[in-house]
């Protein structure tokens, strides 16, 4: 491929973002010894990691109603939940106990690559908007100018395996085939834009089941006005008030030496600036609105490819059946509680 001055800006994009993780630190992130109580949100890229990541944190915090625990004492996110397979190469270590329980790792590995042991929450989105976020994301994250890579260029690296996570439609499907099992919980980000709560409550219920230490209504025990406090903390205004927490500066430091990527490369004003959550970000429809019709048709066509055989003939039928998997896990929950 040559030296990274004789690259492409595609070429160089896939380069850097191969140099991302040491092998060392995915190993380690793989193969670390779990708790049962631990919960990795676990999400293929721009599907709504740092959000859910805010909301179980917030939940968590606000849960153990500890004067020493400060909800958003944090200068950024990943210091109080790390990455699982970055977490080793950023001088974290993911045996030691976090600020409170439980446990909490953000992640992009796919259902079969996980650590396993504990218990998870997956994100899943429209693949329109997942292609459109990444695109606007991954090349100033990897110190690529905006506009240097094309729509296609991007489609084309993605597709053929430029991130780590391989393909959305194979990471929802891999979590979508543990969706039986008491771990795991799908959610979809769309669900989250239009009902937070709704969706906090069973993640609340997820975080914190029959047992571990509450009466085991967690939306019950966190009461409704700090349920609605935990959302409200979780919710765009209030993390872009606070971006600098969610800019992901803590993993990014330790990766520019890695990658090799100047600092001068980040600055604002040489248009690479980037953070997760950034204005105009998160938007749900976006992303058909603003592909060309050819690459919508070779995007749906690999729907078709991957998830029409499995029953999902578009991804609202999918989101459709996670809703209906989620409200029978919500009936047999409350069921469960009457019992008790």
Known sequence: MGTPEAMTPIELMRHRNSLMHSEESVRKGREFATRSTDVFIVTYPKCGTTWMTQLCHQLRCTRARAPSVDAMGFGEITEVVPWDILASDCGQRLEDDQVCEPRLFKSHESASDIARGARYVCVVRDPMDVFHSFYHFLPPYMGIPHGAVTREAFADAVFAGASHSGQCWDHFLGWWDRRHEPETLIVCFEDMKENLEKVARRVARHLFPPGAGGSGSAAADLGEAA?????????????????????????????????????????????????????????????????????RRRIDARWDDVMRPRGFETYAAFRAAIEAHNAERDAKARSAGERE
């Open 227 to 295: 349920l609605a406090g935990a959302c409200e903390r979780s919710g765009f205004e209030a993390m872009r008030r606070d971006a600098s927490k969610f800019d992901d500066h803590f993993v990014r430091r330790k990766m520019w030496t890695r990658v090799g990527i100047d600092e001068s490369e980040w600055a604002p004003a040489g248009g690479a600036h980037v953070g997760k959550v950034r204005e105009g970000g998160g938007a749900v429809g976006r992303g058909r609105e603003a592909t060309s019709p050819e690459l």
